[in-house]
């Protein structure tokens, strides 16, 4: 069983930051990945950041420059720093880790809004 818990999310003006942590337990290793996502209100689910057990890191076009995500020393955990942020990046963030399979957090909030 891998379970996988958020925190982080909040509301934010626009230009503010936020910072996203997730944490896996559970039979977690090896990790290969791990990853965020977001999904918008009436939108599909897509790619924020993810990153491997190697360090290679991948980003969504609109977030480039902007955010920045990184592993922890204990391997099972991922941050996601977001700098600058924009009433579109509001979004619910899920964390992944790819294990056996891709297994989901439950979701933190981020809204952007003045």
């Known amino acids: 069983q891998v379970q996988l818990v958020e925190s982080g999310g909040g509301l934010v003006q626009p230009g503010g930051s936020l910072r996203l942590s997730c944490a896996a337990s559970?039979?977690?290793?090896?990790?290969?990945?791990m990853g965020w996502y977001r999904q918008a209100p009436g939108m599909q689910r897509e790619l924020v950041a993810t990153i491997t057990d190697g360090g290679s890191t991948n980003y969504l076009d609109s977030v480039k420059g902007r955010f920045t995500i990184s592993r922890g020393n204990a391997r099972n955990t991922v941050n996601l720093q977001m700098n600058s942020l924009k009433p579109e990046d509001t979004a619910v963030y899920y964390c992944s880790a790819v294990i056996s399979r891709t297994y989901w957090g439950q979701g933190t909030q981020v809204t952007v809004s003045s």
């Open positions: 559970g039979t977690i290793f090896p990790i290969n990945a």
